[in-house]
């Protein structure tokens, strides 16, 4: 399904998601953000960890091809194999970091998503086999449909809402 994804319409669509994560950051009370329960034994500060390890991954492979380089080693260690072996690692590598810089990091990846995109012909956004990790969708495609984001509105946003109503 490519089809032509304007520059403009991609990068407003990372300030309409950049503003939708500031709405959701506004909804968690600054002291609930070390609360456990959103996930399992998770607190919000460690779910925010999570998707924004992933997040960076994604974004240093953007990065890489922006450069025409290849794909860089995942900042966990390659010999973890499976997801939640990722996931753990990325859990134990931010339990200690403080909630505020984490959450200003997870604000500062929309703004390196955005500067990535700027750096990219918009012809490359629309193109549906120019990053093979994306399965054959289209960079531009895939921010626009918000499935870019999919991490975080259908795998923890709803554990994120169910959690701030069970706690109001």
């Given at each position: 399904m490519?089809?032509?994804?304007?520059?403009?319409?991609?990068?407003?669509?990372?300030?309409?998601?950049k503003a939708q994560w500031e709405e959701l950051l506004s909804e968690v009370d600054g002291h609930r953000v070390d609360e456990?329960?959103?996930?399992?034994?998770?607190?919000?500060?460690d779910v925010v960890a999570h998707i924004s390890a992933w997040r960076q991954r994604s974004l240093d492979r953007l990065?890489?091809?922006?450069?025409?380089e290849s794909s860089p080693a995942p900042r966990?260690?390659?010999?973890?194999?499976?997801?939640?072996?990722?996931?753990?690692?990325?859990?134990?590598?931010?339990?200690?970091?403080?909630?505020?810089?984490?959450l200003r990091e997870s604000r500062e990846l929309f703004d390196r998503l955005r500067d990535i995109v700027q750096a990219f012909p918009e012809s490359e956004l629309s193109e549906p086999t120019?990053?093979?990790?994306?399965?054959?969708?289209a960079l531009g495609a895939a921010i626009l449909d918000?499935?870019?984001f999919g991490h975080l509105h259908?795998?923890?946003?709803?554990?994120?809402?169910?959690?701030?109503?069970a706690g109001s």
């Open positions: 490519a089809h032509s994804a304007s520059s403009s319409a991609v990068l407003e669509k990372i300030e309409a998601e456990p329960g959103v996930v399992g034994d998770w607190t919000f500060k990065e890489a091809a922006s450069r025409s966990w260690p390659i010999a973890l194999d499976t997801d939640d072996e990722v996931n753990a690692w990325i859990y134990e590598a931010n339990r200690d970091r403080s909630a505020n810089d984490v120019r990053f093979e990790w994306m399965d054959g969708q918000s499935s870019y259908d795998e923890h946003e709803p554990d994120i809402r169910n959690w701030l109503a």
